[in-house]
């Protein structure tokens, strides 16, 4: 063989040579860049929906809430969820803002419900009647109007204050009750009363979101349809007087169902 083809076979083996390898190798998916940071109440927690962390005590953070899903089906550079049962927009703003940082790329929060009462509310329709259950509802929404987006804000713009660079994700609560089918338990006037309530909150909390820039809206009510109490395929826990706090929570179905799919395509 002559040395010039000698020497041109030699100073392409290494190309080739890359070639070959980079067809028989497994790509590597680059590492996600995502810093990600769950807060909240019992609804980004994941109460009711099993499988709670030891470390997160009386907070009840469990694996199969909608944050620990996208994480672990993402591989973010880092995810932590402070997300706690029974929190309220104060506890937010005391307690779960310092998790957040400059370099927090991504938030997510369902909050505000505990605000207007909610586990008061059912308790209350649970326990008495109509009439106590619609006044109980309708207390709650002359609070929210006049209350809800203010303290909402107060929390929005903690958020951009601490994590200026953040995606913020801002979900709802999904409605209760599947109206108009037969269904044991409280009257269709309640039924239709706490739908009624759990729709303005979630309008307001729309409303407030969207005055902020980076924010985004995820509304799972329309994930829940056909899933609700009274369906025949429900997603959340009915009264339950052996376990109080699960009670109108999502299932594991409902957070992988309902939650899982409207945040993960908020969160881009």
Same mark, same amino acid.
């Given at each position: 063989?002559? !040395?010039? !083809? ?10 080739? =040579?890359?070639?070959?390898? +980079? ?64 929190? @309220? ?50 207390? +709650?929404?002359?609070?929210? !109007? ?20 953040? @995606? ?15 269904? =044991? ?20 909390? @729309? +409303? ?55 945040? @993960?395509?908020? +969160?881009?």
């Amino acid at each position: 063989m002559h !040395r010039a !083809r000698i020497v041109s076979i030699i100073v392409s083996l290494p190309a080739t =040579v890359g070639v070959v390898l +980079a067809l028989g190798a497994t790509p590597v998916q680059a590492a996600s860049n995502v810093r990600y940071v769950a807060l909240g109440d019992s609804y980004s927690s994941g109460v009711g929906a099993g499988s709670y962390t030891s470390e997160s005590g009386s907070c009840q953070r469990s694996t199969n809430a909608y944050p620990a899903l996208w994480a672990a089906a993402k591989a973010p550079a880092s995810y932590v969820s402070v997300a706690c049962s029974g929190a @309220r927009t104060t506890d937010v703003t005391n307690s779960q803002l310092s998790a957040l940082s400059t370099s927090t790329t991504l938030v997510s929060i369902t909050i505000g419900g505990n605000d207007a009462g909610f586990a008061n509310i059912m308790t209350t329709c649970a326990l008495y009647g109509t009439r106590e259950c619609v006044a109980a509802v309708q207390a +709650a929404e002359d609070w929210a !109007r006049a209350n809800l987006a203010n303290v909402l804000r107060t929390v929005y713009n903690g958020i951009t204050s601490r994590a200026p660079n953040a @995606r913020v994700v801002v979900l709802d609560y999904p409605v209760f009750y599947q109206l108009g089918v037969p269904c =044991v338990g409280l009257s269709p006037e309640s039924h239709a009363k706490i739908d009624e309530g759990i729709n303005l909150l979630d309008d307001i909390t @729309r +409303a407030e979101a969207q005055r902020h820039s980076r924010f985004v809206f995820g509304d799972v009510r329309n994930a829940f349809v056909g899933h609700q109490l009274c369906s025949g395929d429900k997603w959340l826990h009915a009264l339950n007087f052996a376990e109080l706090s699960v009670s109108y929570h999502p299932f594991a179905s409902g957070q992988a169902g309902g939650y899982y799919p409207v945040f @993960r395509t908020a +969160a881009g």
